[in-house]
C-alpha cells in the first residue's frame, strides 16, 4: 500500500526556517517524481515545487511564490523528500502535503503555522 | 499562469440527484505529447485531497462510476449522475499541461 506521511509542522516565528519531510512507503520511490503541494486555512489548493526522479535528473521546480525561499531534496536511500522553508512570512502558514508523480497520492499533511 | 474558473462555487443538491461543475482554463491544456493534463479533486472536511479523474475523463481506482469527466481545450466538466451523502466537500480542477500546475478555485457540494 502506498503511503505518504508529512512530519516537521510547527509554529514558527517570521523570518526563521523549518524543515518538512515526507516519508513515503509501498512503492520504488526512485522511480517517482514528488510534489509538495499547500492549502491556507479555509483557502484553496497551491501548488508549491517538485523534485524529479533522478533518472530524470533529479530537478527540481518552484512556485514563484516560494521560489528562493524553498528548497525540496530527496534521499531515495530513506525514501524520503523534504521541503526546506527559510525566510518564513506569516503568509506560508498553511496545510503542507506531499504527492506522488501525477498526483495520485498525498499524504494527510503536516500544518505550518508562522506567528511572532 | 493558467487561470482556472470553475462554476458555480456552491451547489447544493438533494440525494440521488445529478450535479455538474465546470472548470474553464485560460488557454487550452492539450500538451505537446497530444495528451490534456486535467484533472479533478475531492476534498472532504479534515482531509486531504483525493485524485478522482486524470487526462480529462479518467477515472481513478475505486472511483465510483457515478463520476465522469469530459470536455477538451479550455472547456471541462465533472459530473456526478447521483449524489450519495459521501459526495459532499469541496471539489477542484487542476491543470498539468502548463507550468505551474493551478487549480480552480473549488466548489462546494452540500446536501440541500
Known amino acids: 500500500e502506498v503511503q505518504l506521511v508529512e512530519s516537521g509542522g510547527g509554529l514558527v516565528q517570521p523570518g526563521r526556517s523549518l524543515r518538512l519531510s515526507c516519508t513515503a512507503s509501498?512503492?520504488?520511490?526512485?522511480?517517482?517524481?514528488l510534489s509538495w503541494f499547500r492549502q491556507a486555512p479555509g483557502r484553496g489548493l497551491e501548488w508549491v515545487g517538485f523534485i524529479r526522479s533522478k533518472p530524470n535528473g533529479g530537478t527540481t521546480e518552484y512556485a514563484a511564490s516560494v521560489k528562493g525561499r524553498f528548497t525540496i531534496s530527496r534521499d531515495d536511500s530513506k525514501s524520503i523528500v523534504y521541503l526546506q522553508m527559510n525566510s518564513l512570512k506569516t503568509e506560508d502558514t498553511a496545510v503542507y502535503y506531499c504527492t506522488r508523480g501525477s498526483y495520485n497520492y498525498w499524504g494527510q499533511g503536516t500544518l505550518v503555522t508562522v506567528s511572532s | 499562469d493558467v487561470v482556472m474558473t470553475q462554476s458555480p462555487l456552491s451547489l447544493p443538491v438533494t440525494l440521488g440527484q445529478p450535479a455538474s461543475i465546470s472548470c474553464r482554463s485560460s488557454q487550452s491544456l492539450v500538451y505537446s505529447d497530444g495528451n490534456t493534463y486535467l484533472n479533478w479533486f475531492h476534498q472532504r472536511p479534515g482531509q486531504s485531497p483525493r485524485r478522482l479523474i486524470y487526462k480529462v475523463s479518467n477515472r481513478d481506482s475505486g472511483v465510483p462510476d457515478r463520476f465522469s469527466g469530459s470536455g477538451s481545450g479550455t472547456d471541462f466538466t465533472l459530473k456526478i449522475s447521483r449524489v450519495e451523502a459521501e459526495d459532499v466537500g469541496i471539489y477542484y480542477c487542476m491543470q498539468g499541461t502548463h507550468w505551474p500546475p493551478t487549480f480552480g478555485q473549488g466548489t462546494r457540494l452540500e446536501i440541500q
Open positions: 509501498g512503492f520504488t520511490f526512485g522511480d517517482y517524481a
